[in-house]
C-alpha cells in the first residue's frame, strides 16, 4: 500500500518503516529542536540518492508542530516568522511574490488565498506614497485560482506575475496531504524546493521551482486532509479525509501562516502596525 504525504519528515518515517531499519538512508540529514517550546524539525535532502529514497526534490524541509487551533495566533506565528525569516534569508531583501495556491471555494483547498487575503502588501505603497513606506519591502501577491476555474494552469498565471512584477523570489503557500491523521491541520512545513500543486492528492500540476519560474520558489503549507488510505485498508482508491469542523481550522491556519510571512517578511513592523494596515488581521 503506497501513502501519499507532501510532509518531508513523513516520507522519511515511512521510508524507515519499509525499510525495517536494515538499510540506512543515504542522502538524507535530519535534526530535531525547539523554539519557544515548539517542537521543529529540519529534514535535508542532500543528494539523488536522498531524492529518490523519498521522492522529493534536494533541498531543506522544516517542520513545525502547532497547538490545536485557538483564536490567540500570537505565539505560533511569531516562532513561524523566525523561522521563515532564516530560511528566506539567502534570498536578499528584494521584491517578494507570494502566490496563493488553491481554490477558494473548496474549504480544504483555500488556505493559501485565504492566507494572503491577511498580508501586508507593500509594492503598490512603496510606489504611491516613498516618504511613508520607502523603508518596507517590497511584497505583492497573486491568488491565481485553479484550472478548473479559469481554464488556465496556475503555473502560466504565475508566470505571467514574475515576468511583468520581477521579484526576487517566490513564495508558493498552498494546502497539502498529510499521510497521517496526526499531522492533519497541526504541521506547517516550509522549503526551499518550490513546490508541486495536487501532488499529495494525485492530482499533480506544473511544478513551481526555480527551472518553471526562473528565480528561487520557497513553499509554506498545512496538511488539510489526509489519505484514506492511510487509516483503512479497505479505503476506496483516490478517497481523501478532512476534519468535519475544517472551515474553522483553515482560518485559525491562514491567520497562523499569514501572521508568520508578515513578521518574516516585514521584520521591523510589529502586530499593532499590521492591524493598522491589513482589512482582514492574521493577529
Known sequence: ?????????????????????????????????????????????????????LGKPVGTYVTLELPRYDRDVRKPAQTLGAELRELLAPAGDGCVLVAGLGNLSVTPDALGPLTVSQLFLTRHLIAGLPAQFGQCRSVCAVAPGVLATTGIETLELVKGAVSHVRPQCVVAVDALAAGSMERLCRTVQFSNTGLIPGSGVGNRRAAFDRESLGIPVYSLGVPTVVDASALCEQAQEQMIVTPRDIDAQVRYLSRVLAGGLNLALHPDLDYEDFVQFVPNTAI
Open 1 to 53: 500500500m503506497t501513502i501519499r504525504t507532501d510532509l518531508a519528515v513523513e516520507a522519511k518515517a515511512l521510508w524507515e518503516q519499509s525499510a525495517r531499519k536494515t538499510t540506512k538512508l543515504e542522502g538524507v540529514r535530519a535534526a530535531e529542536r525547539t523554539r519557544d517550546g515548539t517542537e521543529i524539525t529540519q529534514v535535508d535532502i542532500l543528494d539523488e540518492r536522498g531524492r529518490k529514497a
